[in-house]
């Protein structure tokens, strides 16, 4: 089969976070304190699991947009920092349920929770802090933002669902795909960037500005994670390389690898993923695949044009730190590829 070529073209693109953090980080100090009140309980498991998970790292991108948003209408209450910790609650709780049904056994490149105290536990103390994020919510006053983010944990729960539903499906769509990450992905986004405006009393049209960005830049996001499973870095990805593929995930690149496959190549895209024969020699033959069909390489095209679309929503807004800042979070979610 031969040496397996780079798995994606160079890609140009270029951003950093450092605008994001040094834009949000006296908020941000605020919101890393509030995470570990409100993760504290009297039940000592609790706060043992939760702070696991909330101690492992992770960029806190999503309660960063929540900060970056309401700033960028010149929020100056106390509102914003609630609704960043729970979107940040919201977020964990959704890692700790999908590291159970998906019996992953790392997370940010340490054990996950599952792992030491079990699936009941990481399921539970998801349901606790998604409870604590609601109550934060309802502590703001704001029934337009609870609605928003509660809109949201429903739309999530739908998307993990219907990524069962598709799981280990080759006829999987592309549409059908996007259609996941819209839900289980890209909705928390949307959310984190509309409850900023909305706090801040911007205008509907702004709004809708912010939750278009977090949406195309949501579904940037879990793109380059996609093609980052056949070829990145178990620590910058928090997981092992190749999880997805053994755990029998249809993610973009390989709808696009068997779309283009001939009849032996499809059989060894359903062997693999529907029929679980998916060893390190299946993974090689798989990114070999995935090489000759430019299915890396398109996925992030894919990528791009997303994050243009996230950048095309923040067009109609005056140019500020702030609206630079959200730019650049846009290059550095796909520049991860590099």
């Not at 806190?60 to 929020?75: E, I, N, Q, S, V």
């Not at 997370?107 to 998801?126: D, E, F, P, T, Y």
């Not at 900023?196 to 809708?208: E, M, Q, S, Y």
């Amino acid at each position: 089969m031969g040496s397996v070529a780079p798995l994606v073209k160079e890609n140009k693109t270029s951003g950093s976070v450092k605008p994001i953090v040094d834009l949000t980080r006296s908020d941000m100090e605020r919101v890393n304190a509030l995470i570990l009140s409100k993760a504290g309980s009297d039940v000592e498991m609790i706060p043992e699991v939760a702070n696991h998970l909330i101690s492992s790292g992770g960029k806190r991108l999503r309660p960063m947009l929540t900060l970056a948003t309401a700033a960028l209408f010149g929020y100056r209450g106390e509102h914003h920092i609630r609704l960043a910790t729970s979107v940040e609650f919201m977020h964990t709780a959704t890692l700790l349920h999908d590291d159970v049904v998906d019996e992953s056994d790392l997370r940010r490149g340490k054990s996950s929770a599952r792992m030491i105290w079990g699936n009941q536990a990481s399921v539970l103390v998801g349901d606790f802090l998604l409870g604590q994020a609601f109550r934060m919510m309802v502590e703001t006053g704001s029934m337009e933002a609870l609605s928003v983010l509660s809109d949201a944990a429903a739309v999530i729960a739908e998307g993990e669902v219907l990524q069962l539903s598709v799981s280990k499906k080759m006829e999987t769509t592309e549409d059908d795909y996007i259609a996941v990450i819209r839900g289980k992905t890209a909705e928390l986004f949307a959310a984190a960037a509309e409850v900023g405006p909305i706090i801040a009393g911007a205008t509907a049209a702004d709004r809708k500005a912010l939750r278009d960005y977090g949406m195309a830049l949501g579904i940037a996001f879990q793109l380059v994670d996609d093609v980052l499973d056949y070829g990145g870095d178990s620590a910058d990805l928090g997981k092992n390389v190749g999880d997805d593929f053994r755990e029998g995930k249809v993610t973009l690149p390989i709808i696009l690898a068997y779309q283009r496959g001939n009849d032996d190549e499809k059989a060894f895209w359903r062997n693999a993923i529907e029929g679980g024969e998916n060893d390190d020699a299946a993974l090689e033959k798989a990114r070999f695949l995935l090489e000759k069909h430019a299915a890396l390489a398109d996925s992030v095209d894919r990528a791009l044009s997303y994050g243009e679309a996230a950048r095309a929503a923040l067009s109609g807004l005056p140019r500020s730190d702030g609206r630079h800042a959200l730019e650049e979070v846009i290059d550095f979610c796909i520049a991860r590829i590099n």
